[in-house]
């Protein structure tokens, strides 16, 4: 920690921020970087990307290509990231010229869920019960001895419910082992969960912690649908999910923002589901509701600047816009606006794909029941005729 302090060279306004990856957080990261000063140079194998419409350079090369992250990585000042599955040679490559936040192997452990689960185990904080798949034989043990259901998971490059199977009987096993396609696995007890909740936090290089507190999240199919904050749960449990944030960071060293999703079981347990070494869709709402929101946060970190406040001007609620909305032609977006608490964040995806989360509205009230309906309300008006 101290040889962190000493070492860790301040980036200043002027400087250029290294992104890898060109999505929608890319992007939020990179109008939170330009309004402080800072110039954005994103890395991707896309062009015309959500981050790059906004960054000052767009790099357009595959993570493997190492000569083309080598150069990245001379021309930037610091390298941080919106996307977590970058492969480990390229984060790599690059940290052997420019620092690297948050380090590889907080990135390493993230992109895999037996790597994560292991290790949140392993460091003592409360993980539903998994096992690790390997074979069919395998998983009929593991069905044996979690029961039913359980969820068959892809160990590596999961996210929004791909690649997840849920097991209701031993019989569904054969098939949800085929599926898998010979790829390792984790087979984890399903959680009956009374909510599933979220910590978005930041840390800085000396060991400086942030949170917005407890966002509550709703999901559809898979999909993040709604956030809100706070989330309604105990005083007791607002601290404990806080506590556990703060605990995963430290151990890991995090400098950046990390999202721990947990559930919340029906006797009043947290178990971690997962970490986001990265601001996160749950903590979009902390841009309009909050002084500093995530992207600001993880912009401060990296470029080792005090971090911000995370107070919340008022309760708040996001909903996210997927690319269904726009089946019958573009939405109603005046429709949508119309209510003035409510504001919308577009992403600039030209293609608008089933399921494709294109941008977000953001809702604020004097409670979390009316941001909720406010949105709610306005995301249905984008599709009123
Ligand atoms: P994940 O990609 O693992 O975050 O899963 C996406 C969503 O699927 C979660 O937010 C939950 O709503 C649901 N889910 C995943 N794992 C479980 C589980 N073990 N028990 C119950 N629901 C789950």
Redesign the pocket.
Known sequence: MILHYFFMKQILPNSTIGVFGSGQLGRMFAIEARKMGYRVHTFSPESDTPTGQIADFETVADYEDLDAVKQFAQSVDVVTFEFENVPSVCVETAAEIVAVHPRGEVLHIAQNRLREKTFLQSSGFPV?AFRHIKTSEDLEKAVAEIGVPS?L?TAGF????KG?AKIKSIEDAASAYKNLENQEAVL??????ER?VSVVAARDARGNFANYGVIE?A?AN?ILDVSFAPASVSEKIRNEAIEIARGISETLDVVGVMTV?F?LTKDEKLLV??LAPRPHNSGHLTIDACASNQFEQQLRAVCNLPLGSTEFFRSAAMANLLGDLWDAGEPNYAAALADKQVRLHLYGKQEARRGRKMGHLTALAATTREAVELVKKARKKLIAR
């Open positions: 539903t969820i998971k999961g996210y929004d419910g997840q984890e007890a399903f959680v009956d969960f599933e999240n999901h898979h999703e559930f589901n997962e």
